[in-house]
């Protein structure tokens, strides 16, 4: 490529970089804010206080879809959606609720679906490396969430309601009540949310004949359905509060408990008549609890936190009788978790140049998952596991300009114990006008099978290894003002990532699926984000933020499969290459017009990568679209909002045979006192 053809690329690559945590830099007078120690090379992306308050029918599987790069596959609201990125898998991204782990011990994967967006004051996103900071395992990356209470003295009481109504009998309510004083602060806040969720499709699956008086096939169609066993109901409460004992201390504590009832939607290839034969549902009751206690002194900050979470799960699979009043059921698999949580952590930054923390925490799981159908006692284990991990980092600053860290750490899951692991991390001011910085980090990393994958009833393998593998960065981000009006801040990055034995679920001899570890896969890409606000004056905002990645993750495996392994040198499945999102706001004395647009490339169904009919899913985009206002009754403040869903009315799919709703509705009415 000549040196001409270069400027366009280059152009075109920081046009697209992100917004990052940089303070602002001003061209006129070119003030810099410093770089705290601790974020030395760190990639995270924090999702806006705005979009977790967009609309109590969120969830955050939505939140992150649109305002990060991380792919979500999904079945449909209400249904189970996974988060992965960076060519990983759903088990590869780590989740922590107010510092507490609740991914799933026995899938290793959290259900976002599951996490409505107004429980949640703060998301934030570390890619890669920057994980390790907080938690291991996180060969993609960490999500982090986190709830917190309003310490303003001067409103002793507010409060927020919440009404959404919206297509095929959707309904939503979302109610909040904050107390706060000069030292305590609470507050409750409850959503329930339900719907038929019976939406109309073109079923592409199926096809009807047309024919004519002799009885012979002159076309073909295929036909409108209804989504079938869709419905919904969920109630989740979350109670918050905490204490500031001045010297010693600030104590809080977070209860969290979720209720769902959900109907599985069935299958576009089903054939049954009628949905009342069948009953397809998932129930779950869950309990959380996190305490914390943070101290923070001059020169140092201890925080110690203990946890539990209390899960049962149902799924019933059953089919009505022909008398009408017994059933069948095919599949009635209960689990129960147990979890006990307890962590420590130091920060201690004795000079301004110089930055150190250890942590350790445990999470005990207790499990007994089983199907009730098979005999009297059901088929299934019953296993208990310690996970420990600990951590010591150092990070410095030798040079206003330059930053240097380095983290090691270690973890115990039951018996398997991991190497050492280390993280080395190093960034560079290249242009401090515009907050131009350089970064590069690299890693080991590693993820223990998980209890599923270990004694599952039939299919476990106990003599799974733990995947393991390293991981680079290398990247740009910048972030100024200019003018007084506008803020741009943009961010690319270039990841590389070398996983040894990956964990995969692959067919066997006796007739069921069986995790083994294959031998390497690479995933690789550029992340790339970028926002810009324009304040012209007289009331107006313009806003927009994009995000793409492209994402290659390739099994390097030697053939597990014999010569004719087709999966070796090809994409692993459900990954998509492209993926880009973007928002664009205007907002106008108390009116709001939003616009969201996310688009997914093709993503294959099988590791062979064939371009069958049920071998890939094509590529597609959705739009958004809302429209608000802000108001105020007798000095009440209120807002009114609509929202049109998939407004170009897209016919898609992220899952195979799972439709997903075309054009959809939904107002809603908010009332703050």
């Known amino acids: 490529m000549t040196k001409r053809g270069l400027w366009p690329l280059i152009a075109c690559i920081l046009y697209c970089l992100p917004v990052s945590a940089q303070e602002a830099v001003e061209l006129r007078g070119i003030s810099v804010a410093a770089r705290r120690p601790a974020d030395i090379g760190r990639e995270q992306t924090r999702v806006d206080s705005a979009a977790l308050r967009e609309s109590p029918a969120l969830s955050m599987a939505e939140i992150l879809g649109y305002n990060s790069g991380i792919y979500i596959k999904d079945y449909g609201r209400a249904t189970l959606a996974t988060a992965s990125f960076r060519g990983t898998s759903p088990s ?14 026995m899938l290793g994967s959290t259900d976002f679906s599951m996490i409505p967006s107004y429980f949640i004051d703060r998301a934030a996103i570390d890619h890669g490396s920057s994980s390790l900071g907080d938690v291991g395992g996180g060969l993609g990356g960490l999500v982090k969430l986190s709830t917190q ?30 107390f706060a004083s000069k030292r305590f602060s609470s507050s409750i806040r409850a959503s329930y949310s339900s719907s038929r969720n019976d939406f109309s499709f073109i079923n592409h699956d199926k096809k009807e004949n047309i024919y004519d008086e ?60 009628s949905s009342n034969k069948i009953d ?15 101290h923070t002194g001059n020169t140092s900050r201890f925080t110690a936190s203990a946890g ?61 998952s089983r199907d009730l159908v098979e005999f009297n006692t059901g088929t299934g284990y019953s296993r208990k596991r310690a996970e420990i991990s600990a951590a010591l980092s150092a990070k410095w600053q030798p040079l206003k300009r330059l930053g240097l860290g380095a983290l090691l750490r270690q973890e115990v899951f039951g018996d398997m114990v991991s190497a050492p692991v280390p ?33 599952t009833v039939p299919g476990g393998n106990p003599d799974l290894k733990q995947e393991h593998g390293w991981n680079y960065d290398a990247g740009l981000e910048c972030d100024f003002k200019l003018h007084d009006r506008w803020h741009l801040a943009a961010s690319a990055n270039w990841f590389d990532s070398y996983i040894s034995d990956w964990i995969l679920w692959l067919p066997s001899p006796k007739g069921y699926y069986v995790p083994r570890n294959i031998n390497e896969v690479h995933a690789y890409g550029i992340e790339s984000r970028m926002g810009a606000e324009f304040t012209p004056g007289n009331g107006w905002t313009f ?76 590529a597609y985009s959705v739009s958004n679209i809302n429209l608000e206002k802000s108001f105020s009754v007798l000095g009440t403040g209120c807002m009114a909002k609509l929202a049109v869903n998939n407004l170009l009315d897209a016919d898609y799919q992220t899952v195979l045979s799972r439709p997903m709703p075309g054009i959809n509705f939904e107002a809603f009415l908010s009332v703050n006192f």
């Open 92 to 105: 590869h991204t780590q989740v922590t609720w107010n510092g507490m782990r609740i991914s799933s011990p």
């Open 149 to 178: 209470t309003s310490r303003d003295a001067d409103r002793p009481f507010s409060g927020q309601y919440v009404q959404g109504i919206g297509s095929w009998r959707t309904f939503d309510e979302f109610m909040r009540l904050e």
């Open 214 to 273: 002799n009885h012979n096939i002159i076309s073909s169609y295929h036909p409108k359905e209804r989504n079938r066993s869709g419905a919904f109901k969920d109630f989740h409460i979350l109670g918050s509060a905490s204490y500031d004992a001045s010297a010693l201390g600030r104590f809080s504590t977070d209860i969290w408990y979720l209720s769902t009832n959900r109907q599985l939607p069935l299958i576009t290839s089903d054939y049954s008549t």
């Open 280 to 294: 397809n549902r998932q129930r779950e009751q869950t309990l959380r609890a996190v305490a914390r206690w943070n």
């Open 308 to 368: 539990y979470i209390h899960s049962w799960i149902a799924y019933d699979y059953k089919v009505d009788n022909t008398d009408g009043i017994s059933s069948t059921f095919l599949t009635r698999a209960r689990s129960r978790v147990n979890t006990v949580y307890g962590a420590f952590s130091w920060k201690g930054y004795p000079r301004r140049q110089w930055y150190f923390t250890a942590d350790a925490d445990i999470h005990y799981h207790s499990v007994d």
């Open 423 to 455: 993280a080395l991390f190093a960034e560079t001011t290249l242009v401090p006008s515009i907050g131009l910085i350089a970064k590069l980090s690299g890693s080991r990393n590693c993820r223990f099978p998980t209890l599923n994958d270990l004694y």
């Open 543 to 618: 806003g927009l933020t994009t995000h793409y990645t492209w994402s290659a993750s390739i099994n390097r495996s030697s053939y597990i499969g014999g010569d004719g392994d087709k999966s070796v040198g090809k994409q692993l499945p459900y990954i998509p290459r492209h993926s880009a999102s973007a928002i664009a706001r205007i907002s106008w004395k108390g009116w709001t017009l939003a616009y969201k647009w996310q688009c997914y490339s093709e993503r294959y169904t099988m590791s062979s990568n064939e371009h069958s009919l049920s071998g890939h899913l094509p």
